[in-house]
């Protein structure tokens, strides 16, 4: 690994020729296989249309809280979340003529 990435480096560094400070992004090593840019979705699809307003509410809210968010609302709900670590399974090879 490059001294770039194993040498503490402070966030912010001084030049001492001109009076500039300038800002350093911190540096986050990934694991082996961490895609955080697209991480392991899990779905959930609910057929909510006999339920009440209140009671469509409190189940919305109840989803929410468990980290689901909304992505389409009709004729069905849909909801996402990140996969947990411990359900992600690992991905291999995706795509055309792979």
Avoid: C
């Avoid at 966030?11 to 082996?32: N, T």
């Amino acid at each position: 690994m490059s001294e770039f990435l194993t040498k503490p480096v402070s966030p912010v560094s001084h030049d001492e020729d001109e009076e500039s400070i300038s800002l350093r992004a911190p540096v986050v090593a990934a694991k082996a296989g961490e895609d955080r840019l697209n991480p392991p979705m899990e779905y959930e699809v609910l057929d909510l249309a006999g339920e009440k307003s209140e009671a469509l509410k409190q189940r919305l809210n109840q989803l929410g809280q468990e980290g689901w968010v909304l992505v389409a609302a009709a004729p069905l709900y849909v909801f996402r979340r990140a996969r947990k670590p411990e359900d992600a399974k690992p991905k291999g090879r995706v795509g055309f003529g792979l």
